[in-house]
């Protein structure tokens, strides 16, 4: 079901597209086969329209070129954390 609905979501993409897009936990109740397929979308449409991916899934920050995050190095104090891939 959610490949079908993330399908249907790059489908209107395709035929439309946004100069950006922002999913939330699209990737996580994909199994790992269906999730090489999502990645495999994402890269390929990520040359059409700019896209913000939240996710946990390792295997879905492999593929994109920059990563942002937010640590805890002391109690209390956050800090914002960029690496970008080249």
């Avoid at 090489?36 to 913000?52: A, G, H, Y």
């Avoid at 946990?56 to 190095?73: A, C, Q, S």
């Amino acid at each position: 079901k959610a490949l079908t609905a993330i399908s249907l979501l790059f489908a209107i993409y395709q035929v439309k597209p946004s100069p950006y897009c922002i999913l939330d936990e699209v990737d996580a109740p994909l199994d790992e086969a269906n999730g090489e397929r999502f990645n495999t979308m994402l890269k390929e449409m990520s040359t059409q329209s700019q896209f913000i991916v939240i996710t946990h899934n390792k295997k879905t920050m492999e593929v994109v070129d920059t990563i942002y995050g937010v640590t805890m190095p002391t109690p209390g104090v956050s800090q914002l954390v960029s690496v970008k891939f080249q």
